[in-house]
């Protein structure tokens, strides 16, 4: 799995039938039609069908994990939650709910600002 990482990405922890997740997608879907300069790649691991997660307009690389596999490996217990992936390694503890999510986002920008979750860039 470690080629579907950019250098500077951030495994996001994912759920479409979530409702924590689902208040989250409409700063997701701005983030990505509108990234900041500098920021990381998304990968988004689904615990749930990839049909559903792009019906969400998700746009970035979806990997399944139907079985909880790639969670379990990264101690992510629930969604959602987010991990920095630096050059194939685990860069960060795991975040947990979408302001922390976020936050590790903002903090790989450099040059982001957020208000309620919602990703901008300066």
Request: proline share 8%; charged share 20%.
């Amino acid at each position: 799995m470690a080629e579907l990482y950019a250098p500077r990405t951030i495994a996001i922890f994912w759920n479409p039938g979530c409702g924590f997740c689902q208040r989250m997608l409409p700063d997701l879907l701005a983030f990505e039609n509108q990234p900041p300069n500098g920021a990381p790649e998304l990968l988004v691991l689904s615990a749930g069908p990839a049909e559903r997660v792009r019906e969400q307009g998700i746009r970035s690389p979806v990997v399944l994990d139907t079985d909880g596999d790639a969670m379990r490996a990264f101690n992510a217990g629930g969604t959602p939650m987010a991990v920095r992936v630096e050059d194939g390694v685990i860069a960060s503890p795991v975040a947990a709910g979408a302001d922390a999510v976020f936050a590790l986002i903002r903090e790989q920008s450099g040059h982001a600002t957020a208000t309620n979750g919602e990703v901008r860039s300066r």
